[in-house]
């Protein structure tokens, strides 16, 4: 069975410096798809950015950025000039590409930035 | 568009009772999950649907259980309700599955007493 680990439980940032999530995952397919969620206090959870792991090329939305290592099976987020809306729970997530296969989360990793 | 909404968004039931929510998905997507969210547990999938369809299952016993209907909504229904039922209780919608994005309502807090 697949499984998302994020060892990072807290993280902390300073207003308009750079952070990066940390999240690794187990499985032993070959094609699947690879997300980060962001869930602000109390707000709805929104995608942040996604990943095939197919594509070599490193997903880009903005002042996000992941660092997609297949071989490690390491799928970190980095969040350059963080703002205070940054502020949230970040998931990572994984779902198969075989057959709509349900998507698992890990744990989550709690960001706070100090302005 | 309108985002997915659930209802209610709040919820107190004693132990023992039975308790149904219900998610109103985006205009035109088929898959509806429902996911369980505890600070020990994490988020922890319960369920999806596609068109009607229970297409995946997550480790959940029996008293959880769930259907979709034509027009997509979904309920999720929780029978004798254990102490440990308390949690936030997601629904997200898609319009399939794979790399597209699940779109997440706000949740139904759940509290058991």
């Known amino acids: 069975a697949q499984t998302v680990t994020q060892s990072q439980p807290e993280m902390s940032v300073q207003e308009a410096e750079t952070v990066t999530l940390s999240c690794t995952y187990d499985t032993s397919e070959s094609d699947y798809y690879l997300f980060w969620y962001k869930q602000p206090p109390s707000r709805q959870m929104i995608l942040v950015i996604r990943q095939e792991a197919y594509k070599q090329q490193n997903a880009t939305e903005n002042r996000f950025s992941v660092n997609f290592q297949k071989a490690a099976k390491s799928f970190s987020l980095k969040i350059s000039d963080s703002q205070l809306g940054d502020a949230a729970m970040y998931f990572c997530?994984?779902?198969?590409?075989?057959?709509?296969?349900?998507?698992?989360f890990g744990p989550g990793t709690s960001l706070s930035v100090i302005p | 568009k309108a985002g997915v909404t659930q209802t209610p968004r709040y919820l107190i039931k004693t132990r023992g009772q039975q308790v149904t929510l219900s998610c109103s998905p985006i205009?035109?997507?088929?898959?509806v999950s429902w996911y369980q969210q505890t600070p020990g547990q994490g988020l922890q999938f319960l369920f999806e649907y596609f068109s009607e369809t229970q297409r995946n299952k997550g480790n959940f016993p029996g008293r959880f259980s769930g259907r979709q209907f034509s027009n997509s909504r979904s309920e999720m229904n929780v029978s004798t309700l254990e102490l440990g039922d308390s949690a936030l209780y997601l629904c997200?919608?898609?319009?399939?599955?794979?790399?597209?994005?699940?779109?997440f309502g706000p949740g139904t807090r759940l509290t058991v007493l």
């Open positions: 205009s035109g997507h088929r898959s």
């Open positions: 997530a994984y779902r198969s590409a075989r057959g709509n296969d349900k998507v698992i």
């Open positions: 997200a919608s898609s319009w399939a599955g794979g790399l597209v994005e699940q779109f």
